[in-house]
Structure formats: C-alpha cells, structure tokens
C-alpha cells in the first residue's frame, strides 16, 4: 500500500465540523422539510451520507389539526425545456401533519439505529405550554438539538411561523422558554421575510439560542399559467392550482441563494451576534456550500436539491467540498469559515479610484453580438462589431461588466483594471 511508504497518501481533509458543541462528520443536514418527514427518511439519509438531519417540524396534533393543499408545489424551471427546478420551487405545505405520538416514535427509532448520528428535531408551538412540551418531548426522544421554527411563511394560524419570527419579543421569549425545557442545544429558524434578520437573531440570542439557522423560504408567487383553452373561463391561473385558488407561500431553491448569502453574511459579521449560523437557502453543489462556509456558515442544509435530485447528492456535495480543501491546501473546514467576511463591504467603502476594462479576446469571439446588444442598450455604447468581431472602445468603456455576464463563451470577454479616466459628465 502507498499508504505505509507515504504516510497521509490516501488521508482525505477532514469534513468534521462542530456545530453548537456537536460534531457532524460533514456538514451537510436535511433541513426540516418534506425531506425530513419520517425516521424512514431519515435512517435513508444518513446511510447516502448526510451528516445529520432535521426532523420535520413537530405539532401538537391536539391543539391544532394540519391539513395540507393539495396540489402544493409549483416549479419555475429555468426555460419552458430547460433544467427541471433550475429557478426554485414554491411549496403551500406547513409542518408536520402527523401525529406527534408518531414523530416522537420514529425519532425515537433513528436515534436507536443511529446512536452516533446527529438527530435535529424542530418544532413549534403557539404558546408557551406548547414550546415547552415540545422540546421536553424531543429530547426525551432522542434529539440531539432542537431548532425552533420561527418562519414557516405558510401556516394557516397568525400566532405560528414567520408571524412569530417577525415579533422580536416572542423570538427571545419561546426561545427561553424552550431552552429553559430542555438540555440540549437549541437554534432558532429565522425567517426571511423580514428587512433586516439581525434584530431577530440578537432576539434569540438573548434568549438562550445556541445558535442561529437562515433562511427559511421566501414568500412568494412562483407563475401564472395562462391556459387558453380554460374550460372554466379562468385564462389566468396562479400556482399551484387548488381548486382555482393559489396562496402567497414559500419559494426555494437556486433563485433565493444570493438572498440567503446576504443574511447569512450579515448576521455572522456582526461582533453582537456570537452563536453559530447553520446556512441554507439554494444549496445544490459543492460550490454553494463553499459560499455559505466562506461568508460564516458553519453549519448546512438543504431541501430543494434534495426534491430534485435525491438523498444521493450529498455525495457529490461530499467529494467536491473535500477537492476544494486539497486543491487550497487546508487540512479541515475551519481553515476557510467566514473568510470571505472581510471582504464584504458597505458601498461607501468601495475603492472608486479605479475602474474595469473590457477587451475582447477574438480568438475566441464568434460574432453572436450579444454584448453589443447590451452594451449599447443598457450600458456605455462602447462595443461594436468590426469584421465580425466584437471591438470596445476602450475610452468609453466604464467597466460595467454586463458584456461579459452576457457573452456565451467562457473568457472571450475579460477585464482589466486601471486608474479611472475622467469623463466630461464627472
């Protein structure tokens, strides 16, 4: 074996991580989500790989009965033919419609068959009796730590949900209370839907959270389908489609990533918040965990990708994190967690005494004209075609860079930087 004439051949970077005084051997988690409903789920999970998961938020069934629409999801995919899921996908699902007694059973089996797995459970209340029976239930059971969901955008109650995750007093004090229940750690969900996520996070930080998990879905509306042959005159229908009707309810998946970024970002470099973040929102490659990792992220989940793709994926997200540490070196994930904070700045910060240049590698330009098509119609008017060829005019260019998010081919567009020229208008 290579192994024994070069000690460390064969070892791979560690993906353990610890999380809230946990150690997760990677950091990839179920969120609490359709994918997350049963121990069954579950124990599938965490034999494809999954480092821990969180168990469908919890109800008691015997203060309030949850009933689902159905249908409950509408896809936006990227084109009409394109990657199914590519844009996200708006679900009207609450929490768990299963009897509590059934939950706790099947938590209590995973943890059973699963001893040294991280089991998550989150829950929600509508009082205090509630919250408080809930976690003293799922630890009893079995959970590891508790999440408490502050932000499902979709109940059909308006003391549950993202309406408690926008009352910082209720934040900080469910967030007591159930900490003061239970034992084990407890994070506290936030909810998106929401101008600033700080306020709710200091909340329950001053409430006991061990920690924090964002984001939640957005509320939304995924599309309208036009059906012009409606039977029933209803040319315009929102979806999904229950019965004619449709609901403002939770979007997921690639398009809520850049918004998931930014919280994520900003809860974690403030120095008043000191607990944890486990990121989510849009999580489907390897490289989407980096960026949640490297903006304070220390913990991940997911659900759309799952939906789409399966238990399966975590192994591609597995393999692709454990390159990414080899090719920069790092022997574990905490060498790169939060490193991309300090280079998020306000804009008043930004250096302005440069700008970029474009030019045009025409070895590689084929001619399509689609820069020149931005360019001159949402930018400097600094790109022409000559011979066939794209050719910017260098002193106009201000460096915008929509010429190059617009070209189809990789690198036939590059930028350079210089000091910036002055222009008449400035």
Same mark, same amino acid.
């Given at each position: 074996?290579?192994?024994?004439?070069?000690?460390?051949?064969?070892?791979?970077?560690?993906?353990?991580?610890?999380?809230?005084?946990?150690?997760?051997?990677?950091?990839?988690?179920?969120?609490?989500?359709?994918?997350?409903?049963?121990?069954?789920?579950?124990?599938?999970?965490?034999?494809?790989?999954?480092?821990?998961?969180?168990?469908?938020?919890?109800?008691?069934?015997?203060?309030?009965?949850?009933?689902?629409?159905?249908?409950?999801?509408?896809?936006? @995919?990227?084109?009409?033919?394109?990657?199914?899921?590519?844009?996200?996908?708006?679900?009207?699902?609450?929490?768990?419609?299963?009897?509590?007694?059934?939950?706790?059973?099947?938590?209590?089996?995973?943890?059973?068959?699963?001893?040294?797995?991280?089991?998550?459970?989150?829950?929600?209340?509508?009082?205090?009796?509630?919250?408080?029976?809930?976690?003293?239930?799922?630890?009893?059971?079995?959970?590891?730590?508790?999440?408490?969901?502050?932000?499902?955008?979709?109940?059909?109650?308006?003391?549950?949900? @993202?309406?408690?995750?926008?009352?910082?007093?209720?934040?900080?004090?469910?967030?007591?209370?159930?900490?003061?229940?239970?034992?084990?750690?407890?994070?506290?969900?936030?909810?998106?839907?929401?101008?600033?996520?700080?306020?709710?996070?200091?909340?329950?930080?001053?409430?006991?959270?061990?920690?924090?998990?964002?984001?939640?879905?957005?509320?939304?509306?995924?599309?309208?389908?036009?059906?012009?042959?409606?039977?029933?005159?209803?040319?315009?229908?929102?979806?999904?489609?229950?019965?004619?009707?449709?609901?403002?309810?939770?979007?997921?998946?690639?398009?809520?990533?850049?918004?998931?970024?930014?919280?994520?970002?900003?809860?974690?470099?403030?120095?008043?918040?000191?607990?944890?973040?486990?990121?989510?929102?849009?999580?489907?490659?390897? @490289?989407?965990?980096?960026?949640?990792?490297?903006?304070?992220?220390?913990?991940?989940?997911?659900?759309?990708?799952?939906?789409?793709?399966?238990?399966?994926? =975590?192994?591609?997200?597995?393999?692709?994190?454990?390159? @990414?540490?080899?090719?920069?070196?790092?022997?574990?994930?905490?060498?790169?967690?939060?490193?991309?904070?300090?280079?998020?700045?306000?804009?008043?910060?930004?250096?302005?005494?440069?700008?970029? =240049?474009?030019?045009?590698?025409?070895?590689?330009?084929?001619?399509?004209?689609?820069?020149?098509?931005?360019?001159?119609?949402?930018?400097?008017?600094?790109?022409?075609?000559?011979?066939?060829?794209?050719?910017?005019?260098?002193?106009?260019?201000?460096?915008?860079?929509?010429?190059?998010?617009?070209?189809?081919?990789?690198?036939?567009?590059?930028?350079?930087?210089?000091?910036?020229?002055?222009?008449?208008?400035?």
């Amino acid at each position: 074996d290579i192994n024994e004439i070069i000690p460390g051949y064969r070892d791979e970077p560690s993906l353990q991580i610890d999380f809230c005084g946990l150690k997760f051997p990677n950091p990839f988690c179920l969120s609490s989500s359709p994918v997350s409903n049963t121990g069954d789920m579950c124990a599938r999970a965490f034999d494809a790989g999954w480092g821990g998961v969180y168990y469908k938020t919890l109800n008691l069934d015997d203060q309030f009965k949850i009933l689902h629409p159905s249908p409950r999801l509408a896809a936006v @995919h990227s084109t009409p033919a394109g990657e199914r899921f590519g844009v996200g996908i708006q679900n009207v699902e609450q929490i768990s419609d299963r009897p509590l007694k059934d939950n706790l059973k099947d938590i209590e089996w995973l943890k059973k068959r699963y001893p040294s797995n991280i089991v998550g459970v989150s829950i929600m209340g509508y009082r205090d009796e509630d919250w408080e029976v809930l976690a003293r239930s799922a630890e009893l059971a079995g959970a590891d730590i508790l999440e408490l969901n502050f932000s499902c955008p979709q109940m059909v109650r308006s003391d549950a949900g @993202h309406h408690v995750g926008q009352q910082f007093d209720l934040i900080e004090r469910y967030t007591r209370v159930a900490k003061n229940s239970c034992s084990i750690p407890v994070i506290a969900k936030m909810t998106p839907n929401i101008t600033d996520m700080l306020p709710a996070a200091l909340s329950a930080q001053r409430g006991g959270a061990d920690g924090i998990s964002a984001i939640n879905t957005l509320k939304s509306i995924s599309h309208i389908e036009l059906n012009y042959s409606a039977s029933d005159s209803q040319i315009y229908k929102p979806q999904p489609s229950i019965s004619g009707n449709s609901s403002i309810s939770g979007f997921s998946g690639n398009a809520g990533r850049p918004i998931a970024l930014r919280f994520v970002a900003e809860m974690a470099r403030d120095p008043r918040l000191n607990i944890p973040i486990s990121g989510m929102g849009g999580i489907y490659t390897w @490289h989407d965990a980096v960026e949640f990792l490297a903006l304070g992220a220390s913990n991940l989940q997911a659900t759309t990708s799952v939906m789409r793709h399966g238990y399966g994926i =975590v192994e591609d997200l597995i393999d692709g994190l454990q390159r @990414h540490l080899r090719n920069i070196g790092a022997s574990s994930l905490e060498d790169m967690i939060g490193n991309s904070l300090k280079y998020i700045k306000e804009p008043s910060e930004l250096d302005m005494s440069t700008e970029s =240049v474009s030019f045009i590698n025409t070895d590689k330009c084929i001619g399509c004209g689609a820069c020149v098509t931005s360019c001159s119609d949402a930018g400097a008017q600094a790109i022409r075609l000559v011979n066939g060829a794209a050719q910017v005019d260098q002193q106009l260019c201000v460096g915008c860079n929509l010429c190059e998010n617009v070209c189809p081919v990789p690198d036939a567009i590059q930028m350079s930087t210089r000091r910036r020229i002055r222009r008449p208008y400035l």
